[in-house]
């Protein structure tokens, strides 16, 4: 069964270091977002691409988070510096398409941790 | 802006009890809704959703939710608890925008099955 990949899945850092998060979607799907969960929270999208073309970065903290699909299939998404607030499990998912019936498939995540 | 709610952030049952998560969501337009499970450190995974048609929705282990408009809930039920149904569950609704849609999560609720 086809299943979104993500690595590392743990990822300890201190703060003020970049890190980064790669995330591979099922193939064929076009639409990648990459979401925060705060422990104990729901997910917030950060960032939503169509094929390589960011179409929602609206919570994206632009001044140190960045992510990029350059060929339209696999992403990554980076922080730098890293802060204390930014431990959090970061999800990456697809879809055949962006519309909202379609199922959105989930990895199981990166658990970020900044000391 | 569409929003979940979820009503209680914990909820206990016995092991053969019925299973009863509260859903209530604000939407401008008929919603797709969504009821998404996740295991401790997994990602997300898809129980059901309503998207327009029947108003109960069948999921996947046993789970089913009723659409309905006039109280703008979505409730997820299951008539027996099994000790493997202890999770985090979230309901979810997606929001359709010009540059695709978004799913807004509620809260969660944390499921506890008691022997």
């Known amino acids: 069964e086809a299943e979104v990949a993500q690595s590392p899945r743990y990822k300890i850092t201190e703060k003020s270091q970049a890190v980064a998060f790669w995330c591979d979607p099922i193939?064929?799907?076009?639409?990648l977002y990459w979401y925060r969960q705060i422990l104990g929270q729901g997910p917030e999208l950060l960032v939503q691409f169509q094929d390589e073309s960011v179409v929602d970065d609206s919570q994206l903290p632009k001044d140190r988070f960045s992510a990029e699909r350059l060929k339209g299939v696999d992403s990554t998404l980076k922080i730098q510096p890293a802060e204390l607030g930014d431990s959090a499990m970061y999800l990456c998912a697809s879809s055949l398409v962006g519309q909202g019936y379609n199922e959105q498939f989930f990895g199981p995540g990166t658990r970020l941790t900044v000391l | 802006a569409q929003s979940v709610t979820q009503l209680g952030s914990h909820v206990s049952v016995s092991e053969g009890a019925l299973v009863l998560l509260r859903c209530n969501y604000s939407?401008?337009?008929?919603?797709?809704l969504f009821w998404y499970v996740q295991y401790p450190n997994q990602g997300l995974q898809l129980l059901l959703k309503?998207?327009?048609?029947?108003?109960l929705v069948k999921g996947i282990n046993g789970f089913e939710a009723e659409f309905k408009k006039s109280e703008t809930s979505f409730h997820l039920t299951k008539p027996s608890a099994h000790m493997s149904d202890a999770a985090e569950y979230f309901c979810a609704v997606s929001e359709e925008r010009a540059s695709g849609s978004r799913l807004t999560f509620g809260e969660g609720t944390q499921l506890t099955v008691n022997p």
């Open positions: 939407s401008s337009v008929p919603p797709y």
């Open positions: 193939s064929g799907h076009a639409t």
């Open positions: 309503y998207t327009s048609a029947a108003t």
